[in-house]
């Protein structure tokens, strides 16, 4: 069993944490970003987490992975050019590993969890901390706020954000403040994620959402707020954004073998409707009409949908919406059903 996996089964159940006190002297932050092939969007991310409307000192630590592009230079210019900034080594380049490693290294009480294209608006850190003391929630965070920069990534952008695509978490389409299953990314007091274990290094995907759980389960609270905004990049093609999707179904499935009572509706539709429509197509071809009314009202529905929630996108985009949907859902129902037991050990 891997050494993260016993400390996390060895643990006593966490008690949760006394509120933070209001803000009066606001506390040292470190923000912490797990960083692979970042070069396109790791200066922008750096500069956003160090120009922060905040009183208080902050820190940026970069757990470097193996990259294959130019982004260990990048990392290394910016240590050089500000102290503020330091580097650890991740040589497996998986994030629960960097995440640790990276928390690991921090001086300060609050840990910002970022990633190496997360670009925060300037008020996030203070935002997070305020919510953080007046709820004495274990974990504060926000919307994943995804905006593309041409006609594909604008509608894999409009497609995320949309209950059709990613279900109803608030995380991504929005909602009102309130604890939560799960948020983006997370903002923590350090001694939160001491108690805790850190982050549970079997999970290469969905670790956030599984150390959210370990929070919930324990009688903690996570807590969603939409002042908090991190913009999001899309994948630039839909090869791309099936491997992404594929991942996440895999590694959702690993989370329900973990935690079978977590199991939801949100989380068996792209798979159930997988099956129904291989069944109905399946009945089609052996002569039974009826089987078609699977993939044809799937397919009214991924059409509807489009042209709903397309209004307003550059045309090319408004077209790519149907198969960036049907990417989305089976590719994340093809992961979920093969997802091997192997993968967290």
């Given at each position: 069993m891997p050494i993260a996996a016993a400390r996390l089964q060895a643990m006593p159940a966490p008690t949760p944490p006394e509120p933070l006190a209001a803000v009066g002297e606001w506390?040292?932050?470190?923000?912490?970003?797990?960083?692979?092939?970042?070069?396109?969007?790791?200066?922008?991310?750096?500069?956003?987490?160090?120009?922060?409307?905040?009183?208080?000192?902050?820190?940026?630590i970069l757990a470097l992975g193996p990259s294959r592009d130019g982004t260990d230079a990048i990392a290394s210019r910016l240590a050089a050019e500000d102290p503020r900034v330091r580097l650890v080594t991740n040589p497996s380049g998986h994030t629960p590993t960097g995440l640790n490693a990276a928390v690991a290294a921090t001086r300060h009480s609050i840990i910002v969890r970022l990633d190496g294209h997360a670009l925060i608006t300037g008020d996030y850190v203070r935002v997070a901390v305020s919510v953080l003391a007046t709820t004495g929630a274990d974990n504060v965070g926000g919307i994943m706020a995804a905006e593309g920069d041409d006609a594909f990534s604008l509608a894999v952008a409009r497609a995320m954000r949309s209950p059709i695509g990613v279900g109803s978490a608030a995380f991504h389409i929005g909602g009102t403040a309130g604890p939560a299953d799960s948020v983006y990314l997370g903002v923590f007091p350090r001694e939160v994620l001491e108690r805790y274990g850190g982050y549970d290094e079997r999970f290469e995907r969905a670790q956030d959402w599984e150390l959210n759980y370990r929070i919930r389960?324990?009688?903690?609270?996570?807590?969603?707020?939409?002042?908090?905004?991190?913009?999001?990049?899309?994948?630039?093609?839909l090869r791309a954004l099936g491997r992404q999707y594929f991942h996440y179904g895999r590694w959702r499935r690993a989370l329900v073998?973990?935690?079978?009572?977590?199991?939801?509706?949100?989380?068996?539709?792209?798979?159930?409707?997988l099956l129904g429509l291989a069944a109905g197509g399946g009945l089609a071809l052996l002569g039974h009409p009826v089987g078609l009314l699977a993939p044809v009202g799937y397919g009214v529905l991924v059409l509807a949908s489009a042209a709903w929630i397309g209004r307003g996108l550059p045309t090319r985009g408004w077209v790519q919406l149907p198969a960036i949907f049907l990417t989305m859902h089976g590719c994340w129902a093809m992961g979920f059903l093969t997802s091997p037991i192997r993968i967290t050990g």
């Open positions: 506390p040292a932050v470190s923000v912490v970003m797990p960083v692979l092939n970042e070069e396109r969007h790791l200066a922008s991310a750096v500069e956003r987490a160090l120009s922060q409307d905040y009183a208080g000192d902050i820190e940026v389960r324990s009688g903690g609270v996570v807590w969603f707020t939409p002042d908090l905004q991190v913009i999001y990049r899309p994948r630039s093609t073998r973990q935690y079978p009572q977590t199991a939801s509706v949100r989380y068996l539709a792209a798979p159930c409707t």
